[in-house]
């Protein structure tokens, strides 16, 4: 019978990401509830070293995949050996990351294993034994709560900056173990030709724990400087709206809404943003939400935690100055 | 070079979303349909695609009659030909019961490459084009914001952005490619476009036409069972910041926000 909660850890230039140190959080809790345990695969080449962070999260077992055909990430060599590891090893419960990897490897693996999966969940739960997901549809404006029909592992992936992270217990360590697995050249049709580094080295939106969004109110593409230097004094990553994109004023990477990212910061601002339907879905699961506009009747009014109805352009400014006072 | 595009007709992105109250469904009635956005991304770079290589643009839906009209959209902005799986049992299909009823169709015609949206804007699933590909047997392409085949129509090559990179991946033909915004900007029909577009053949096929059984691919088939659907969580009221001077409400935030919501 399926058991214990298999977590599927992401990895880049040979470091684990934050999204892997989540999931075994989570997978933790649920195990925990369950009575199970938690092992977490880790795929990569020469990333071994890597695996006992895992353990201090809250992993029980480490299994690690290393191959040079594993790095960097193509989604075939992946669901391959995972697919093959996942039979091998029969979770009941597997979870991914709802991140861009996490989201092209989870379609085709369920697939695969032929499985239902729930993506970009934001809570799970156990109930009488099964996993019971919440998931955002229509980017939010409603939530489904789903579960799994006989089908086994019961799959899931979970939006990045949303579970809960554990404190790190360097006493606790994880069983680490070479997984033994079989990959086949003629099962990889996909290759990594290039990689282009963002060099400016700012968080992606999706990750980011606090954002600095800028709407059709910032007038121009010349005034987001004023977020710029908002954002670099609180570690901020600068988002748009969908009208500030589509005006050309800042790239499409950098739109949230609901054809846009979808964010869960700590901290959202935003700044002369009316707050469309479209752009309060892709945002509404932010901790801590600000709005800065002219106009009191603003829709993002009604999801602010802080209002401020001024102009953008005399509060921004001294607001980063302020900040800059008490950090 | 032949090519395929997968449509959903999905909610105008500004409507708003109601729970029906049977707490299963969101309300259909007064809902905008529309061709998903993704999707549009999708027939764009297969007409420019065709506009360089030739061949056939090929749409397929799936859903009831209403979906006709947004593979008229597809045909009236050049799209070739479109086939509309219709049938009642596929009403609440899951995922795998969607892409199986997708491939039954594909798999029976001529195609280099298939485009679907990188996810629908209703379910936001991003799972159908994956399960497609996985099911047709060919490699997959997610999330891609830029698309370059090669003069001879064999191999591709596309961008895909991933938090703070961009990885350029090369892949054989055929392969199927999902469609994320900044791919292209979507064209609109022409009024001789549309004119075209309605004699344009549009076929529909039934779970029979395709030689599959309900019990594999509708309801029952469901492998992720909803239990309920609720509309999202309230946010407490907020507060409105008071201050004679865009500074001193700056102040006022600013302490707020290191004090009061430990945010910063």
Same mark, same amino acid.
């Given at each position: 019978m399926a058991q214990g909660v298999m977590t599927i850890a992401e990895q880049r230039d040979g470091e684990i990401r934050k999204i892997s140190y989540e999931l075994v959080s989570e997978g933790r809790r649920l195990a925990d509830s369950l009575g199970q345990e938690v092992t977490t695969l880790l795929l990569g080449s020469n990333i071994k070293d890597k695996a006992s962070t895992l353990g201090h999260y809250g992993a029980d077992k480490v299994l690690v995949a290393e191959d040079p055909r594993l790095d960097p990430y193509t989604t075939d060599a992946y669901v391959a050996v995972i697919a093959e590891l996942v039979k091998a090893n029969d979770p009941a419960i597997l979870i991914l990351g709802a991140s861009v990897q996490g989201k092209d490897l989870s379609g085709r693996l369920s697939a695969k294993l032929g499985v239902g999966m729930a993506q970009d969940c934001t809570v799970f739960a156990i109930e009488d034994g099964n996993l019971v997901a919440t998931r955002p549809i229509y980017a939010g404006k409603a939530y489904a709560k789903v579960t799994f029909s006989?089908?086994?592992?019961q799959m899931a992936t979970a939006r990045p900056n949303v579970m809960t992270l554990n404190e790190p217990d360097t006493s606790k360590s994880a069983e680490v173990v070479d997984a033994s697995f079989t990959l086949d050249d003629s099962a990889i049709k996909t290759k990594v030709a290039d990689v282009m580094k963002d060099e400016s080295g700012k968080v992606d939106l999706t990750e980011a724990d606090k954002i600095v969004s800028g709407g059709r109110g910032m007038k121009g593409p010349e005034n987001y400087n004023i977020l710029e230097a908002l954002a670099d004094v609180i570690g901020a990553t600068v988002g748009a709206s969908r009208s500030a994109v589509d005006a050309g004023w800042r790239p499409h990477t950098d739109q949230v809404g609901q054809t846009g990212k979808v964010v869960s910061p700590n901290l959202y601002i935003a700044c002369g943003i009316s707050g469309a339907i479209q752009h309060l879905a892709g945002m509404s699961t932010s901790k801590v939400i600000v709005a800065i506009n002219k106009d009191p009747d603003a829709p993002i009014f009604q999801k602010a935690d802080y209002g401020v109805v001024d102009d953008l352009f005399k509060v921004v400014p001294p607001l980063t100055e302020e900040i800059k006072k008490l950090l | 070079m032949n090519i395929i595009v997968c449509l959903k007709q999905v909610p105008d992105t500004e409507t708003l979303i109601k729970v029906a109250p049977d707490g299963q469904s969101i309300v259909k009635d007064d809902i905008k349909w529309v061709m998903n956005p993704y999707d549009e991304f999708g027939v764009e770079e297969a007409l420019r695609l065709k506009e360089k290589f030739g061949g056939e643009v090929t749409v397929v839906g799936l859903g009831p009659k209403r979906v006709t009209e947004t593979i008229r959209t597809a045909l009236a902005m050049g799209c070739d030909k479109g086939v509309l799986i219709n049938d009642p049992a596929l009403e609440n299909s899951d995922v795998l019961g969607r892409a199986k009823a997708l491939a039954a169709v594909i798999k029976n015609l001529d195609f280099d490459i298939i485009f679907t949206g990188q996810r629908g804007v209703d379910e936001d699933n991003g799972l159908v084009g994956a399960a497609l590909a996985e099911l047709l047997d060919i490699p997959q392409l997610s999330l891609i914001v830029k698309v370059e085949v090669s003069e001879d129509g064999k191999s591709v090559k596309v961008n895909r952005p991933v938090e703070g990179q961009v990885l350029v991946i090369e892949s054989s033909l055929p392969a199927l490619i999902t469609a994320q915004k900044g791919l292209n900007e979507p064209r609109y029909a022409s009024l001789p476009g549309i004119m075209k577009a309605k004699k344009k053949p549009l076929e529909e096929k039934t779970l029979a036409d395709l030689g599959l059984d309900a019990s594999g691919? !509708?309801? !029952?088939?469901?492998?992720l069972k909803i239990l309920q659907m609720t509309p999202p969580p309230q946010r407490a009221a907020g507060k409105i910041i008071e201050g004679e001077t865009p500074e001193e409400k700056a102040a006022q935030l600013a302490k707020l926000l290191r004090e009061e919501a430990k945010a910063i």
């Amino acid at each position: 019978m399926a058991q214990g909660v298999m977590t599927i850890a992401e990895q880049r230039d040979g470091e684990i990401r934050k999204i892997s140190y989540e999931l075994v959080s989570e997978g933790r809790r649920l195990a925990d509830s369950l009575g199970q345990e938690v092992t977490t695969l880790l795929l990569g080449s020469n990333i071994k070293d890597k695996a006992s962070t895992l353990g201090h999260y809250g992993a029980d077992k480490v299994l690690v995949a290393e191959d040079p055909r594993l790095d960097p990430y193509t989604t075939d060599a992946y669901v391959a050996v995972i697919a093959e590891l996942v039979k091998a090893n029969d979770p009941a419960i597997l979870i991914l990351g709802a991140s861009v990897q996490g989201k092209d490897l989870s379609g085709r693996l369920s697939a695969k294993l032929g499985v239902g999966m729930a993506q970009d969940c934001t809570v799970f739960a156990i109930e009488d034994g099964n996993l019971v997901a919440t998931r955002p549809i229509y980017a939010g404006k409603a939530y489904a709560k789903v579960t799994f029909s006989d089908s086994f592992p019961q799959m899931a992936t979970a939006r990045p900056n949303v579970m809960t992270l554990n404190e790190p217990d360097t006493s606790k360590s994880a069983e680490v173990v070479d997984a033994s697995f079989t990959l086949d050249d003629s099962a990889i049709k996909t290759k990594v030709a290039d990689v282009m580094k963002d060099e400016s080295g700012k968080v992606d939106l999706t990750e980011a724990d606090k954002i600095v969004s800028g709407g059709r109110g910032m007038k121009g593409p010349e005034n987001y400087n004023i977020l710029e230097a908002l954002a670099d004094v609180i570690g901020a990553t600068v988002g748009a709206s969908r009208s500030a994109v589509d005006a050309g004023w800042r790239p499409h990477t950098d739109q949230v809404g609901q054809t846009g990212k979808v964010v869960s910061p700590n901290l959202y601002i935003a700044c002369g943003i009316s707050g469309a339907i479209q752009h309060l879905a892709g945002m509404s699961t932010s901790k801590v939400i600000v709005a800065i506009n002219k106009d009191p009747d603003a829709p993002i009014f009604q999801k602010a935690d802080y209002g401020v109805v001024d102009d953008l352009f005399k509060v921004v400014p001294p607001l980063t100055e302020e900040i800059k006072k008490l950090l | 070079m032949n090519i395929i595009v997968c449509l959903k007709q999905v909610p105008d992105t500004e409507t708003l979303i109601k729970v029906a109250p049977d707490g299963q469904s969101i309300v259909k009635d007064d809902i905008k349909w529309v061709m998903n956005p993704y999707d549009e991304f999708g027939v764009e770079e297969a007409l420019r695609l065709k506009e360089k290589f030739g061949g056939e643009v090929t749409v397929v839906g799936l859903g009831p009659k209403r979906v006709t009209e947004t593979i008229r959209t597809a045909l009236a902005m050049g799209c070739d030909k479109g086939v509309l799986i219709n049938d009642p049992a596929l009403e609440n299909s899951d995922v795998l019961g969607r892409a199986k009823a997708l491939a039954a169709v594909i798999k029976n015609l001529d195609f280099d490459i298939i485009f679907t949206g990188q996810r629908g804007v209703d379910e936001d699933n991003g799972l159908v084009g994956a399960a497609l590909a996985e099911l047709l047997d060919i490699p997959q392409l997610s999330l891609i914001v830029k698309v370059e085949v090669s003069e001879d129509g064999k191999s591709v090559k596309v961008n895909r952005p991933v938090e703070g990179q961009v990885l350029v991946i090369e892949s054989s033909l055929p392969a199927l490619i999902t469609a994320q915004k900044g791919l292209n900007e979507p064209r609109y029909a022409s009024l001789p476009g549309i004119m075209k577009a309605k004699k344009k053949p549009l076929e529909e096929k039934t779970l029979a036409d395709l030689g599959l059984d309900a019990s594999g691919v !509708g309801e !029952g088939a469901r492998k992720l069972k909803i239990l309920q659907m609720t509309p999202p969580p309230q946010r407490a009221a907020g507060k409105i910041i008071e201050g004679e001077t865009p500074e001193e409400k700056a102040a006022q935030l600013a302490k707020l926000l290191r004090e009061e919501a430990k945010a910063i």
